[in-house]
């Protein structure tokens, strides 16, 4: 018979079908053996589809795919007025969609509905946006040399066939952040989406091909790391490897690139980050962005303002403003828009988080408001505060991914500044006060590759994002992504 690379779900909106096959060259086709793994809906606890799960021969056929498709429609054989012209077309659609990617987000992920189609796809649809704009802008410099006779230029030219490997805390917006520098540049790509959640990356594939890119161009080889994501970090023909995930991954794709062929590689890893909060800040407002630092996502977030530091003499003030905040927090059904948490991901990052609850309290840490799972089915988790942490707890030193805080007081600047970086990580830091110079000061000395003032956790598809320190390597957004895809060739001309 035929096989199946399809499947029946049960949405909110109705019923609908959607792709579970591998996608090479434009067309769904099962993992070559006929491999699948089944996700399931964090909410219910229930399976919701098997998906193909590529192998190492399954990656091979869609490097090839991506090779040929560089070699002959794309790169260097496709404007980038043409290839921002698709970008634009792919972004409309992806717009037309919102709904049903939503909740389709909300089935595979667990996050609100609300929130994937009013934030992930809506910043989704306009980086791609952003990037499509980028497109024909791509150039080099053109340099006199101390020989009239000469001069030399400079192209950036695409780097070639790029493996990009997303976790499943963003499915649709990681997917957007990698493969819209990537086109715009004119490399080709094999994603490999988290085999967590690996259903809207395949309804994206689906939106590639009424776009109208020529087949290879973006190919998705949905599996476990440990096998398709392996194949392709190991593979001699891909020329650069994107990677979203944990630090302990990421090492594992550096060491990869270097035992196989010397790929490019970015990385944009894990973080501990820290919220400072001084005495002469708006602590309501404080509040609100401390609260959204480490609930957003349900704390599943690389920037996760997972330490609070309070100055001593608003502690107090303060941590009853967040108590009352987290306890408003709505946590339940995704598909319910006034919900803001829906559950973990999960059974594996439930217990996870769970764990870290359970050794935070055994540390002596105290639990001011949550502490534990809400409900009995799903993977929900209440919004938890620990105070009195300190600085050698597992729970203040390692990423917990959850909606769990620690919260503990400074006394100086100088004091706050080193709670701050007293960590492997550099991705996110906040501040803060309603004093210029301190802003200034403070977010001078923070290391961090994105430091809020007043705010937190809010990006731009124009501004840069990484980490400093074990946080990562290369920037996404921005024109700075631009470099991870693009390789500066220098012509010498003598005339
Ligand atoms: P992970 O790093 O294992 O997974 C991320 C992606 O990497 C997935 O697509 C996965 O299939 C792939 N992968 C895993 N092993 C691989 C390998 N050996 N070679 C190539 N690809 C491989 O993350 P996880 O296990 O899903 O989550 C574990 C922890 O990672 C979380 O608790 C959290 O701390 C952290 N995390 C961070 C981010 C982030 O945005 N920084 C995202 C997800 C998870």
Not at 431 to 460: F, I, P
Request: aromatic share 8%; with cysteine.
């Amino acid at each position: 018979g035929t096989p199946d690379v399809s499947a029946a779900v049960a949405l909110p909106s109705g019923k609908a079908t959607l792709p579970t096959g591998l996608f090479i060259n434009n067309k769904f086709v099962p993992a070559v053996g006929g491999e699948t793994f089944q996700t399931v809906n964090p909410s219910t606890e229930e399976v919701i589809c098997a998906v193909s799960s590529a192998q190492a021969a399954d990656v091979d056929l869609a490097v090839a795919a991506a090779r040929q498709a560089f070699k002959t429609t794309w790169g260097k054989h496709c404007p980038g007025t043409e290839r921002g012209k698709l970008m634009f077309k792919l972004a409309d659609l992806m717009e037309e969609q919102a709904q049903v990617l939503a909740e389709v987000e909300a089935l595979d992920n667990g996050k609100p509905v609300k929130i994937a189609r009013d934030f992930d796809i809506g910043d989704s649809v306009a980086c791609l946006r952003y990037y499509a704009g980028w497109a024909d802008k791509i150039h080099g410099q053109t340099i006199e040399t101390n020989d009239l006779q000469k001069l030399a230029y400079t192209k950036h030219e695409p780097i070639g066939v790029c493996g990009q490997i997303i976790p499943w805390n963003y499915p649709i917006q990681m997917w957007a952040w990698k493969v819209a520098p990537a086109l715009a540049c004119g490399c080709t790509i094999v994603m490999k989406p988290s085999e967590l959640t690996p259903l809207t990356a395949l309804m994206l594939c689906e939106l590639i091909v009424q776009a109208g890119f020529p087949p290879g161009v973006i190919n998705c080889v949905p599996g476990i790391g440990s096998v398709a994501g392996h194949a392709l970090t190991y593979h001699l023909d891909v020329d650069k490897v994107a990677f979203t995930g944990s630090t302990l991954t990421g090492r594992k794709i550096m060491e990869a690139a270097a035992k196989s062929n010397l790929k490019k590689v970015t990385l944009e890893l894990g973080g501990k980050s820290p919220n400072l909060v001084f005495e002469s800040a708006d602590l309501d407002q404080a509040a609100n962005w401390c609260l959204l630092g480490i609930t957003y996502n349900m704390g599943q977030d690389c920037t996760a303002g997972s330490r609070v530091y309070v100055q001593d003499t608003i502690y107090d003030t303060f941590l009853q403003l967040l108590i009352k905040k987290f306890e408003q927090v709505k946590v339940g059904d995704p598909y319910d828009e006034k919900t803001f948490n829906g559950p973990l991901v999960s059974k594996g990052q439930f217990e996870k988080v769970l764990g870290f609850i359970d050794e935070g309290k055994k540390a002596g840490a105290k639990v001011i408001t949550g502490g534990g799972r809400q409900g009995t089915k799903g993977y929900f988790v209440k919004p938890t505060i620990f105070a009195n942490v300190t600085p050698n707890m597992r729970i203040v030193k390692e990423e917990i991914f959850g909606p769990v805080l620690s919260l503990a007081s400074f006394k100086t600047e100088e004091e706050a500044i080193s709670l701050a970086n007293a960590t492997t990580y550099g991705l996110g830091a906040g501040l803060h006060s309603n004093d210029a110079k301190q802003c200034m000061r403070v977010s001078g000395a923070l290391e961090a590759g994105t430091v809020w003032v007043n705010q937190y956790n809010l990006l731009n598809n124009n501004v840069p994002f990484g980490g400093f320190k074990q946080s990562g390597i290369g920037r996404e957004l921005g024109q700075y992504a631009l470099d991870n895809y693009t390789a500066v060739k220098a012509v010498h001309f003598n005339y």
